[in-house]
């Protein structure tokens, strides 16, 4: 047993870091899989995340695609392996009433001059709801939208008032309904040849660099086609198969390869300057004419089911490639970011009462206008001049490239026709700017529109990652396309035989549910709605993030909204949006994926410092959904995010694959709050400094929600039984960010990472287990890359202080287990413990501790006490310190707070 546990966890000391990285830098490459935990452990803790997913989530049967995320079949984990469990029904039951009016609709056998009968269906979704509306004098009357199977592709948003209340929307007897914002483009016969020919060969060029393959072997991304005597040789040979994209041939100074030529077969053109290498590729680029078919311009376009690839540089599908794969898909750097555009200083409204006394942030602030023009409305907690956490909002107003960018010496007949997608420097969300310009003798791009994507801007005078997409002359690898509105043609670059039909996408919105009541929406299927990263965005609250308020299905002024088993497939945005008052939601057993941003948004509203007048989603239960592949498009995004919203019930949902957090709530209005029973891992895959769950609370708000009367003071939350496995570029199972306060969190099975608390105060952390906070994730090998933002203990405390803008005060962590390498198991900027500082110290007792170590460190205000001495000063009495423990135990933990 003893040989056992040592090797549980490969010791890697590794010491504090700061907070932010004022650098921009390339996200460290990271691995879903920590480099210095048994591989063994970590299995296992997969396995049992997908045990617990198939729980939460019984209708998911095997759950493939949490089996895939987890990475079980590295595991040696079989799909049929482990426990099955009933389907249930769904906690929330639909009312359906006996008399309710109904009305059929049949895209395929329906007309609109029908009488809209189970016999006699209308064809459209406008006349059901016109007939509805004609037919029923009293919306106390329950009325129902069959909707037969078929794709009904909308003309418009359908805009559903107060006189549409007490209405169903539901597909029958469950077949399968797929309401589209897109339009259907027939291919059959249009398809001309462009170009098809071989590019030139380029030396010193390996393209299947990536593939990782072996001398003599094939892989899913290159196949070995034999020895060949010259590059000519093997561009020849590539050029006859029908199966390669590109070659790679390898000179006699390869070592084993030499000589050898490979395709690269998977449609992929990441090239790498190398020596001794000579690559190519196939340019076949085909176009259809669409004037025939009123065609409409469309961001996105739909071939068999999923997004086809946008012409852009680099190469990459940004469905299945991002800062968390290799390659990523992204430029890593620019030579230069240019100077943010000047504007005059916002105008500046600071609520001098109420305050929060006492608080690292008291009072509230926003700019309006000047440096935050561009957000709609044009104001920000960002825009001030010294906004407390942070500084004024800014963005580069373009780049300078660098002359070795393949694309450098290349024309481009309108460089205004693309859009830039660029990382904020710190790695904390992203930006899309529409090009205006490109300098191609300084090698500049140039824009003036864009940026208000995330809210915090420039913290330095860096962007980091960028491509640009969106430019015909980058159309050049299998599966992209561009369409040119004035020719009003269609290209694209097959992958293998031509499409025969797709959908370009036109309505970003397909739902409008606006000063209504008692609606419900069940069994549909949304899909082929536009982008909105160029659309109109606001910054709710004093948290990182901004938002587009707006979703496939849009829900405001509503009370009493029910959505079920619906699936929500790629939105171009949001996926559900939540706005403002609305009342008794509950969003139960639905799918999102793919999403364009976040899958479900919840966002209100206030005078100022003011929510009393209740203009919030109040009361909404998220309970039971798939979240998955989230954040396609923007990086600040996540599976559920909340601002200016309160007492919402986010239960037993399943959410992985995304670039930030899975859960985020953006500031600490009104509270009340139950996060519980959740499954949260490979998130924080694309950004930095952030969490599983995140948390904010820099804007104090006055509401009524504590005890009926104002007061800037919010309900506990509870954050209890969650399992959320810390891998990627997360720092914090639970990060409580900025100010966060008033949460007790107990119960909860966290893995790789720690208790945190940062400027906050007033958090009970109890009862919980956390296992090897000290995990390594990075592949990189400079110290600065292993250390990027990386917080190995048990629990850490940053910005305790006294002064104007006090913080630290009332933190508990107590009756936890904490398994870790690291011999320092806390650490703490304040370590004042006696006098009238003594509290900024998180009071800590009955901890036990699994190290292979007896000898404690706790490090705090630069000082390293040994445990001992710390329990001395009155702290951890009753905490015990144990050798470390086998994997059947750490799993066994998590079984019992888990319920399985």
């Given at each position: 047993?003893?040989?056992?546990?040592?090797?549980?966890?490969?010791?890697?000391?590794?010491?504090?870091?700061?907070?932010?990285?004022?650098?921009?830098?390339?996200?460290?490459?990271?691995?879903?899989?920590?480099?210095?935990?048994?591989?063994?452990?970590?299995?296992?803790?997969?396995?049992?995340?997908?045990?617990?997913?198939?729980?939460?989530?019984?209708?998911?049967?095997?759950?493939?695609?949490?089996?895939?995320?987890?990475?079980?079949?590295?595991?040696?984990?079989?799909?049929?392996?482990?426990?099955?469990?009933?389907?249930?029904?769904?906690?929330?039951?639909?009312?359906?009433?006996?008399?309710?009016?109904?009305?059929?609709?049949?895209?395929?056998?329906?007309?609109?001059?029908?009488?809209?009968?189970?016999?006699?269906?209308?064809?459209?979704?406008?006349?059901?709801?016109?007939?509805?509306?004609?037919?029923?004098?009293?919306?106390?009357?329950?009325?129902?939208?069959?909707?037969?199977?078929?794709?009904?592709?909308?003309?418009?948003?359908?805009?559903?008032?107060?006189?549409?209340?007490?209405?169903?929307?539901?597909?029958?007897?469950?077949?399968?309904?797929?309401?589209?914002?897109?339009?259907?483009?027939?291919?059959?016969?249009?398809?001309?040849?462009?170009?098809?020919?071989?590019?030139?060969?380029?030396?010193?060029?390996?393209?299947?660099?990536?593939?990782?393959?072996?001398?003599?072997?094939?892989?899913?991304?290159?196949?070995?086609?034999?020895?060949?005597?010259?590059?000519?040789?093997?561009?020849?040979?590539?050029?006859?198969?029908?199966?390669?994209?590109?070659?790679?041939?390898?000179?006699?100074?390869?070592?084993?390869?030499?000589?050898?030529?490979?395709?690269?077969?998977?449609?992929?053109?990441?090239?790498?300057?190398?020596?001794?290498?000579?690559?190519?590729?196939?340019?076949?680029?085909?176009?259809?004419?669409?004037?025939?078919?009123?065609?409409?311009?469309?961001?996105?376009?739909?071939?068999?089911?999923?997004?086809?690839?946008?012409?852009?540089?680099?190469?990459?599908?940004?469905?299945?490639?991002?800062?968390?794969?290799?390659?990523?898909?992204?430029?890593?750097?620019?030579?230069?970011?240019?100077?943010?555009?000047?504007?005059?200083?916002?105008?500046?409204?600071?609520?001098?009462?109420?305050?929060?006394?006492?608080?690292?942030?008291?009072?509230?602030?926003?700019?309006?206008?000047?440096?935050?023009?561009?957000?709609?409305?044009?104001?920000?907690?960002?825009?001030?001049?010294?906004?407390?956490?942070?500084?004024?909002?800014?963005?580069?107003?373009?780049?300078?490239?660098?002359?070795?960018?393949?694309?450098?010496?290349?024309?481009?007949?309108?460089?205004?026709?693309?859009?830039?997608?660029?990382?904020?420097?710190?790695?904390?969300?992203?930006?899309?700017?529409?090009?205006?310009?490109?300098?191609?003798?300084?090698?500049?791009?140039?824009?003036?529109?864009?940026?208000?994507?995330?809210?915090?801007?420039?913290?330095?005078?860096?962007?980091?990652?960028?491509?640009?997409?969106?430019?015909?002359?980058?159309?050049?690898?299998?599966?992209?396309?561009?369409?040119?509105?004035?020719?009003?043609?269609?290209?694209?670059?097959?992958?293998?035989?031509?499409?025969?039909?797709?959908?370009?996408?036109?309505?970003?919105?397909?739902?409008?549910?606006?000063?209504?009541?008692?609606?419900?929406?069940?069994?549909?299927?949304?899909?082929?709605?536009?982008?909105?990263?160029?659309?109109?965005?606001?910054?709710?609250?004093?948290?990182?993030?901004?938002?587009?308020?707006?979703?496939?299905?849009?829900?405001?002024?509503?009370?009493?909204?029910?959505?079920?088993?619906?699936?929500?497939?790629?939105?171009?945005?949001?996926?559900?949006?939540?706005?403002?008052?609305?009342?008794?939601?509950?969003?139960?057993?639905?799918?999102?994926?793919?999403?364009?941003?976040?899958?479900?948004?919840?966002?209100?509203?206030?005078?100022?410092?003011?929510?009393?007048?209740?203009?919030?989603?109040?009361?909404?239960?998220?309970?039971?959904?798939?979240?998955?592949?989230?954040?396609?498009?923007?990086?600040?995004?996540?599976?559920?995010?909340?601002?200016?919203?309160?007492?919402?019930?986010?239960?037993?949902?399943?959410?992985?694959?995304?670039?930030?957090?899975?859960?985020?709530?953006?500031?600490g209005f009104g509270g009340g709050h139950l996060v519980k029973n959740n499954l949260i891992f490979n998130m924080v895959r694309e950004t930095g400094?952030?969490?599983?769950?995140?948390?904010?609370?820099?804007?104090?708000?006055?509401?009524?929600?504590?005890?009926?009367?104002?007061?800037?003071?919010?309900?506990?939350?509870?954050?209890?039984?969650?399992?959320?496995?810390?891998?990627?570029?997360?720092?914090?199972?639970?990060?409580?960010?900025?100010?966060?306060?008033?949460?007790?969190?107990?119960?909860?099975?966290?893995?790789?990472?720690?208790?945190?608390?940062?400027?906050?105060?007033?958090?009970?952390?109890?009862?919980?287990?956390?296992?090897?906070?000290?995990?390594?994730?990075?592949?990189?090998?400079?110290?600065?890359?292993?250390?990027?933002?990386?917080?190995?203990?048990?629990?850490?405390?940053?910005?305790?202080?006294?002064?104007?803008?006090?913080?630290?005060?009332?933190?508990?962590?107590?009756?936890?287990?904490?398994?870790?390498?690291?011999?320092?198991?806390?650490?703490?900027?304040?370590?004042?413990?006696?006098?009238?500082?003594?509290?900024?110290?998180?009071?800590?007792?009955?901890?036990?501790?699994?190290?292979?170590?007896?000898?404690?460190?706790?490090?705090?205000?630069?000082?390293?006490?040994?445990?001992?001495?710390?329990?001395?000063?009155?702290?951890?009495?009753?905490?015990?310190?144990?050798?470390?423990?086998?994997?059947?135990?750490?799993?066994?933990?998590?079984?019992?707070?888990?319920?399985?």
């Amino acid at each position: 047993m003893r040989q056992e546990t040592k090797k549980m966890f490969i010791f890697c000391a590794v010491v504090a870091v700061s907070i932010a990285v004022a650098t921009a830098d390339p996200l460290p490459r990271v691995s879903a899989t920590p480099l210095n935990v048994d591989p063994k452990l970590d299995c296992a803790i997969k396995e049992l995340a997908w045990e617990y997913a198939k729980k939460l989530l019984p209708q998911q049967g095997s759950f493939q695609s949490a089996y895939d995320a987890l990475g079980l079949k590295e595991c040696g984990v079989s799909l049929s392996r482990g426990p099955r469990y009933e389907k249930r029904p769904l906690l929330h039951q639909p009312a359906i009433k006996d008399d309710a009016m109904e009305v059929y609709v049949d895209v395929n056998k329906g007309s609109d001059s029908n009488a809209g009968t189970l016999d006699s269906p209308l064809k459209t979704v406008f006349a059901a709801v016109k007939l509805l509306r004609f037919r029923r004098s009293d919306t106390r009357q329950q009325a129902i939208i069959y909707l037969r199977q078929g794709t009904y592709f909308l003309a418009d948003t359908i805009r559903l008032g107060p006189e549409d209340s007490n209405l169903v929307v539901t597909a029958y007897k469950s077949e399968k309904v797929v309401v589209s914002g897109g339009k259907e483009y027939k291919f059959t016969g249009l398809w001309k040849e462009y170009v098809n020919r071989m590019g030139p060969i380029l030396a010193g060029v390996n393209a299947i660099y990536d593939s990782t393959v072996s001398p003599g072997e094939s892989n899913g991304k290159a196949w070995y086609y034999g020895k060949v005597s010259s590059p000519q040789e093997c561009q020849t040979a590539c050029e006859k198969n029908s199966s390669c994209f590109a070659f790679t041939y390898h000179d006699n100074t390869t070592g084993a390869y030499s000589n050898m030529c490979y395709f690269r077969v998977d449609g992929l053109w990441a090239p790498y300057n190398q020596t001794g290498h000579y690559s190519g590729k196939k340019q076949q680029i085909l176009m259809a004419n669409l004037s025939g078919q009123d065609p409409i311009p469309f961001t996105t376009l739909f071939i068999n089911g999923r997004r086809a690839i946008r012409a852009r540089y680099p190469d990459a599908n940004p469905e299945t490639m991002g800062l968390h794969t290799n390659p990523t898909g992204y430029v890593p750097t620019a030579d230069k970011y240019l100077p943010p555009p000047t504007f005059p200083p916002a105008k500046e409204i600071h609520v001098e009462s109420p305050e929060r006394n006492g608080t690292h942030f008291p009072q509230f602030q926003i700019g309006v206008g000047g440096p935050v023009s561009m957000f709609v409305p044009p104001e920000s907690y960002w825009g001030t001049k010294n906004p407390q956490g942070g500084s004024t909002y800014k963005v580069p107003s373009g780049i300078q490239y660098s002359k070795n960018e393949r694309f450098a010496y290349r024309n481009w007949l309108n460089p205004q026709d693309g859009v830039v997608h660029m990382y904020q420097g710190h790695h904390w969300g992203n930006w899309q700017f529409r090009v205006a310009e490109r300098d191609a003798e300084k090698f500049q791009l140039l824009w003036t529109y864009g940026g208000f994507q995330e809210a915090r801007g420039l913290t330095g005078l860096s962007g980091a990652e960028w491509y640009v997409e969106n430019i015909f002359e980058e159309l050049d690898a299998p599966g992209e396309w561009f369409y040119n509105d004035k020719e009003r043609t269609l290209y694209f670059f097959p992958n293998g035989t031509a499409p025969e039909e797709g959908i370009g996408t036109v309505l970003d919105k397909l739902f409008e549910f606006v000063d209504s009541r008692d609606i419900i929406v069940m069994g549909l299927t949304f899909a082929h709605t536009a982008t909105t990263f160029l659309r109109d965005y606001e910054v709710p609250s004093g948290g990182d993030w901004a938002i587009h308020r707006g979703g496939a299905v849009f829900v405001e002024g509503v009370d009493g909204f029910l959505i079920q088993n619906c699936l929500f497939d790629a939105p171009g945005g949001n996926g559900l949006f939540l706005s403002n008052y609305v009342r008794n939601a509950i969003v139960e057993g639905n799918e999102f994926i793919y999403t364009g941003d976040s899958a479900i948004a919840a966002i209100g509203s206030a005078e100022l410092i003011d929510g009393t007048d209740g203009n919030q989603p109040r009361g909404t239960v998220i309970t039971g959904n798939l979240m998955h592949e989230i954040g396609i498009f923007g990086k600040q995004t996540a599976g559920y995010v909340q601002s200016l919203a309160c007492q919402t019930n986010v239960t037993g949902n399943v959410i992985f694959n995304g670039p930030r957090a899975g859960i985020n709530f953006n500031d600490g209005f009104g509270g009340g709050h139950l996060v519980k029973n959740n499954l949260i891992f490979n998130m924080v895959r694309e950004t930095g400094d952030h969490g599983t769950f995140n948390s904010w609370d820099r804007q104090p708000y006055l509401t009524e929600v504590k005890n009926g009367t104002p007061s800037l003071t919010p309900v506990q939350s509870n954050m209890t039984r969650n399992f959320f496995i810390n891998n990627y570029h997360s720092a914090w199972p639970i990060d409580h960010d900025d100010g966060s306060c008033y949460y007790y969190d107990t119960f909860n099975y966290l893995i790789y990472g720690g208790y945190k608390n940062y400027l906050g105060h007033t958090k009970i952390v109890q009862s919980n287990v956390y296992i090897y906070p000290d995990a390594l994730h990075s592949l990189d090998e400079s110290s600065k890359a292993k250390s990027f933002l990386t917080k190995p203990f048990c629990a850490n405390s940053d910005g305790a202080s006294t002064g104007e803008y006090p913080s630290g005060w009332g933190e508990v962590w107590t009756d936890n287990t904490c398994a870790i390498g690291n011999p320092i198991v806390y650490e703490y900027d304040s370590c004042t413990t006696t006098g009238s500082n003594k509290g900024l110290v998180p009071f800590t007792a009955n901890n036990t501790f699994y190290v292979p170590t007896k000898l404690l460190i706790i490090q705090c205000g630069g000082k390293n006490l040994t445990f001992a001495d710390w329990q001395k000063e009155g702290y951890d009495l009753g905490s015990v310190v144990n050798d470390p423990v086998d994997t059947d135990t750490i799993i066994q933990w998590g079984r019992q707070l888990l319920g399985l």
